[in-house]
């Protein structure tokens, strides 16, 4: 969301699947304050379309927020909204896991926010393997403050802190969540909707640390300072650089170089953290 | 295990040799507290290691986080969550905090955090005691939003006090502060603790939040709401998360006390600051709790807290063999103020002394309220310093020395 982002009612979007949307249900209305031709509000789309299709219990599925452009995706989210400070989202979601085991947190973060700011609450969060679900909407740049560089950002391009172009060798979340011990893990982007719901359904019935990243493009911010200012520019930019994760198998590091490889990663059991703490509780209550 | 066995568990009834830091993880587990996030740090680390044995034994869940970022950050997690919950660390884990106790201010979240204090600025002293957080305890977040911290000076009130201090974090809906330090965590004492029917009388439970008989749901009253001249605060009950009650979306912004969502009004974002502000220092007379010592025929007034209280009321005592009348306003809870327990003092005395263990952090708050009825300025001495603990002999020095 940039403060330049047109606001008020020439954003009003009727969709069927807006009406699932808690801003809808109090105001009759559902909106978003992205910018036109932003990636977000069609993940947010899909994700209502997931709460409505699998008929979840909302308030057992409450999203905790983090800061960034998707801050204001309440306003087409269904369900109940817990929003937190910049990076936090894993800790304070670990804290609602363990107060109460019934819940299932699903986080969103932004790439700044998950892979810089709040990159050791992800680490460990994966570690533990909380029961959680979080979801990285990478739009390779600082979206919100002004097109700063993310630590995702694509070697070489342009950003508001990166005037001679960025040099510095972007994370990837998807190894860093394997390592970390996340026992769910997929990428996608957003010309995979289709497959990002199903991994995201999946998501909601594994139990452990589910990790699912969507590369998004960002029109305002990343696109008009790389020459994408369009939203299907950046749209196909990003499909364009996407390699389903079969066909990475068989190239080479330098062929996959600056790709994104999407697909589903990573789906393991592995005990969660409450799976460990109810054991003990359990055995002392014996005592 | 129902609810009775769980409440028998958590109180350790009996007398006790306890040490201070495990005297308050008592406190604190006897006061309800059922979730402990925390990370090492000297002189604190028998909170956690105490917390991590006996939490699980009464249902409650011990983290040990990645840093106190993330442990404050699940304490307000669990806190939103219905659970009464807590941390405990020292300074430089104190300062990492600050943010997230600025929001948890904001949001008006009972949570408890305990600050053992060690000698600063930096990586300090690690071992030796100090009160040089008690500024920082208010005024270490962004933004502006008062507090309660409560200063105990033996084991026992290390016991006590913990339960007084989750008390106050429910009935004022305010972040409330334990203050130790080096010196009292690690010292050891005879703590007695009374049967669980006597603690259950003691316990102020989480008060359980009643939708409005026409309300929608997804917007519950949340936040306090003040009259007009901030005279009257009604502080509600909050849904947990996880309940139908719970707000469709509870913001880390300037909110509107009423309806909880995002303003950018001035006049909005200015009544919502004075409200969480005024709601504890406006009734600073309600919330302190104060003692007093042979004040009635006081010419110099002693008034001090946490451990140097200890020393001040030795030196009370041999000041009162010589006949100096000297008397002793202890602060037990140090957040807010008590502006109207020292202005009574200060209108009696003549002078005033203030042992702390910092270069006047109170002092300074003291020095605003010392006038006599007729404006006259009364004076404030200082005997003021940050790592070494007072003797009951400099106090007594210091009063030779301003009666002279
Ligand atoms: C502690 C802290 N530091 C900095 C900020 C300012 N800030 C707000 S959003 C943001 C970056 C968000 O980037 P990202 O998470 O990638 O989200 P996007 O806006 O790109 O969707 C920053 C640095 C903040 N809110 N809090
Ligand atoms: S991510 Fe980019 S396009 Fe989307 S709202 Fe933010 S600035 Fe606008
Ligand atoms: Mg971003």
Not at chain 2, 1 to 19: A, C, F, P, Q, Y
Not at chain 2, 120 to 147: A, M
Not at chain 2, 191 to 211: A, F, G, Q, T, W
């Amino acid at each position: 969301m940039s403060y330049s982002a047109p606001r008020g009612k020439e954003n009003i979007t009727p969709h069927p699947y807006g009406t699932n949307t808690q801003m809808y249900k109090l105001m009759g209305f559902p909106f978003t304050m992205f910018c036109k031709g932003c990636g977000y509000g069609s993940i947010a789309q899909a994700i209502c379309r997931v709460f409505k299709e699998e008929n979840l219990q909302e308030e057992l599925f409450p999203f905790i927020i983090n800061i960034g452009c998707y801050s204001s995706m309440p306003t087409v989210l269904p369900g109940k909204i817990l929003m937190t400070l910049h990076g936090r989202g894993i800790a304070v979601a670990t804290g609602v896991k363990m107060a109460n085991p019934k819940l299932k947190p699903i986080s969103i973060h932004g790439d700044g926010d998950l892979l810089s700011i709040g990159t050791n609450h992800f680490i460990h969060g994966a570690r533990r393997n909380v029961d959680m679900i979080v979801i990285l909407l990478n739009n390779n740049i600082y979206g919100m403050t002004g097109g700063q560089h993310a630590p995702t950002t694509p070697m070489g391009s342009k950003t508001s802190t990166t005037p001679y172009r960025y040099g510095e060798k972007p994370i990837d979340s998807v190894e860093l969540a394997k390592v970390s011990g996340a026992t769910y893990i997929a990428r996608w982007n957003t010309s995979t909707m289709r497959e990002f719901m199903k991994s995201f359904k999946k998501a909601l019935h594994h139990k452990g640390f589910s990790f699912i990243e969507i590369v998004s493009q960002c029109p305002t911010q990343f696109g008009n300072k790389n020459a994408l200012p369009k939203a299907l520019d950046g749209f196909n930019f990003i499909k364009n650089n996407s390699v389903r994760i079969n066909k990475a198998k068989d190239m080479s590091s330098e062929e996959l170089k600056g790709k994104y490889i999407i697909g589903e990663h990573l789906d393991i059991d592995r005990p969660t953290l409450w799976d460990r703490k109810s054991e003990i509780i359990e055995k002392l209550k014996e005592k | 295990m129902n609810e009775d066995e769980i409440l028998k568990r958590s109180v350790l009834t009996g007398t006790h040799l306890l040490e201070g830091n495990v005297a308050m993880a008592e406190g604190c587990i006897a006061a309800g507290c059922r979730f402990f996030a925390g990370y090492p740090i000297t002189p604190q680390s028998e909170v956690p290691e105490h917390m991590a044995k006996r939490l699980p034994e009464v249902g409650g869940v011990f983290m040990q986080m990645e840093d106190e970022i993330a442990s404050i950050s699940a304490v307000v997690g669990a806190t939103i969550t219905g659970k009464k919950a807590m941390s405990s660390t020292s300074g430089p884990g104190f300062a990492l905090m600050q943010e997230t106790l600025s929001w948890a201010n904001l949001i008006e979240m009972p949570i408890v955090v305990a600050n053992v204090q060690r000698v600063g600025p930096g990586s300090g002293v690690v071992s030796l005691p100090t009160h040089g957080d008690v500024t920082q305890i208010k005024r270490g977040g962004n933004g502006e939003y008062e507090v309660i911290a409560i200063a105990p000076n033996s084991c026992q009130e290390l016991f006590d006090l913990s339960i007084e201090a989750f008390n106050l974090a429910e009935k004022w809906r305010v972040p409330t502060f334990i203050l130790s330090d080096a010196w009292l965590g690690h010292m050891r004492e005879k703590v007695v603790i009374p049967e669980p029917e006597e603690i259950k009388k003691r316990i102020v439970p989480r008060p359980e939040y009643i939708p409005k008989e026409n309300e929608t749901e997804g917007r519950p009253q949340i936040y306090t709401i003040a009259n007009k001249d901030f005279t009257e605060f009604n502080i509600p009950a909050f849904p947990p998360l996880g309940s139908k009650n719970f707000p469709y979306w509870w913001i880390t912004l300037t909110h509107s006390q009423i309806s909880g969502m995002i303003t950018e009004t001035p006049s909005v974002a200015d009544n919502t600051n004075m409200t969480i502000n005024y709601k504890i220092s406006k009734n600073e007379a309600k919330i302190s709790i104060v003692k007093r010592y042979e004040l009635d025929d006081a010419e110099i007034a002693i008034i001090t807290y946490g451990t140097p209280s200890r020393s001040a009321l030795e030196a009370m005592k041999a000041c009162r063999k010589e006949g100096i009348k000297v008397g002793i306003l202890r602060l037990v809870t140090v957040w807010p103020i008590a502006e109207t327990a020292i202005r009574e003092v200060a209108e009696k005395v003549k002078q005033i002394v203030v042992p702390e263990m910092n270069l006047g952090q109170i002092a300074e708050q003291i020095e605003r309220f010392a006038f006599h009825t007729d404006g006259q300025r009364i004076p404030v001495h200082r005997v003021s310093h940050t790592a070494i603990l007072h003797t009951p002999k400099e106090i007594i020095d210091k009063i030779r020395e301003i009666i002279q």
